[in-house]
């Protein structure tokens, strides 16, 4: 269902992702279109996290996703910027600054597991468990 909405969705990110290309590119070159990407990706997650919440009235931005968010600002906007400062615009940049911020994020996620509610993915917990003990 909702194939007109998925379809507008789309259109919308083609629109940010091509705009957004043909202004910054070619002023800031190849780092310009990274972000732009980027930036598609994040809409690309919000806009059905937004339109499920207002029709449906689905819950998708908890305190859980929010920390996510926050940690993965963390450790890939001062990486990259770091790196693409360093380095300049090149390989070597883009490599280690997903290395140095992959490390960060691993780092951050591992230390906050209850906090990220990492328990409800294991069978028998959570929902799975609630569902089990309710009568048909």
Same mark, same amino acid.
Do not use: C
């Given at each position: 269902?909702? #194939?007109?909405?998925?379809?507008?969705?789309?259109?919308?990110?083609?629109?940010?992702?091509?705009?957004?290309?043909?202004?910054?590119? %070619?002023?800031?070159?190849?780092?310009?279109? +990274?972000?732009?990407? +980027?930036?598609?990706?994040?809409? /690309? @997650?919000?806009?059905?996290?937004?339109?499920?919440?207002? #029709?449906?009235?689905? @819950?998708?931005?908890?305190?859980?996703?929010?920390?996510?968010?926050?940690?993965?600002?963390?450790?890939?906007? %001062?990486?990259?910027?770091? @790196?693409?400062?360093?380095?300049?615009?090149?390989?070597?940049?883009?490599?280690?600054? +997903?290395?140095?911020?992959?490390?960060?994020? #691993?780092?951050?996620?591992?230390?906050?597991?209850?906090?990220?509610?990492?328990?409800?993915?294991?069978?028998?917990?959570?929902?799975?468990?609630?569902?089990?003990? /309710?009568?048909?």
């Amino acid at each position: 269902g909702r #194939s007109v909405q998925a379809m507008l969705n789309t259109a919308a990110l083609v629109a940010i992702n091509v705009a957004g290309n043909f202004a910054l590119v %070619p002023i800031f070159g190849i780092a310009a279109a +990274g972000a732009v990407w +980027g930036l598609t990706l994040v809409v /690309s @997650s919000f806009l059905p996290a937004v339109q499920a919440h207002r #029709s449906l009235g689905l @819950s998708t931005f908890g305190h859980p996703a929010r920390l996510a968010a926050l940690f993965a600002s963390i450790a890939f906007i %001062p990486t990259a910027a770091g @790196s693409l400062f360093l380095l300049g615009q090149s390989l070597l940049a883009m490599v280690l600054g +997903g290395i140095v911020g992959i490390a960060l994020y #691993s780092v951050l996620v591992a230390r906050s597991g209850a906090a990220l509610e990492f328990g409800v993915l294991r069978p028998g917990s959570g929902t799975d468990a609630a569902k089990a003990d /309710s009568p048909r």
